[in-house]
């Protein structure tokens, strides 16, 4: 995932203006028209550096799951007192359930296959309460997919410059992202790679995910930044 570069993974997303307040805003609006539970035990999975935990926990009991040791290690500095557990979101298991499960900027697409993507949202809706609700912000849709498209990220901070630079690829239903990071501190100037895989869905494998995990799903097109939500509350 993001093991080389978690500790500029803040920097290079404010660079381009993710605005997580705002995002934070819409999420609630979606959780308090839609869910029956009566509760507010949120867990946001793929949490990363645990920027949405730091606006949502204004009107949730917020917990976080990532895979990621090291994105969690920066959550926990930003959120200190929120529970963070380590986990993969397709399979993790854990002893309550939630209000609302969220898992958002598209890391649903790291689950690669459609068999991972319905034990995935099964996985979700088991620890979803009765009423509650379970929100995906997909990857792009396959017939969006650009192969070849160059992407460049920069910035420029007083004492943090970064270039990041990354091609994609597809291959059937798999893609990848091979990002290329020049970094520069006052202390050096260093060069890594990082290779991203995951995997295209349709409109109809979001929707087909959702009804084997026991929701019925609702889609709203533009979502939080374009690239849509899927959402699902499970039956009382």
């Known amino acids: 995932m993001f093991t080389k570069s978690a500790q500029f993974y803040d920097a290079i997303y404010a660079a381009i203006g993710k605005d997580y307040a705002a995002e934070a ?6 959780i308090q028209t839609h869910t029956r539970s009566g ?3 949120l867990l946001d999975l793929a949490c990363g550096t645990g920027a949405h935990l730091a606006e949502l926990r204004r009107w949730y009991d917020v917990e976080g799951l990532d895979l990621d040791p090291q994105m969690l290690a920066i959550a926990a500095q930003r959120v200190p007192g929120v529970p ?15 209000d609302a499960v969220i898992c958002l900027f598209s890391s649903i697409g790291y689950v690669k296959t459609d068999v991972r993507l319905k034990q995935a949202l099964r996985t979700m809706a088991r620890h979803t309460v ?10 792009i849709l396959p017939d969006r997919w650009e192969t070849g498209h160059v992407g460049a990220v ?5 004492k943090l410059k970064i270039a990041r ?7 059937d239903t798999l893609t990848t992202l091979e990002f290329h990071y020049l970094v520069g501190t006052p202390d050096q100037v260093v060069y890594f790679t990082e290779d991203h895989e995951l995997g295209l869905f349709t409109h109809e494998q979001y929707l087909d995910a959702f009804r084997a995990a026991g929701l019925e799903p609702s889609h709203d097109a533009e979502g939080l930044m374009g690239r849509g939500l899927y959402y699902g509350v499970r039956p009382t």
Do not use: K, M, Y
């Open 25 to 30: 805003v819409r999420l609630h609006d979606l």
């Open 165 to 171: 630079i990354n091609t994609s690829e597809r291959r």
């Open 84 to 98: 963070l557990h380590q986990g993969d979101l397709a399979d993790f298991s854990l002893p309550r359930s939630f």
């Open 39 to 41: 509760g507010n035990a």
């Open 154 to 158: 920069f910035v420029d901070e007083p």
């Open 130 to 139: 009765s009423g509650g609700i379970v929100i995906v912000e997909p990857w």
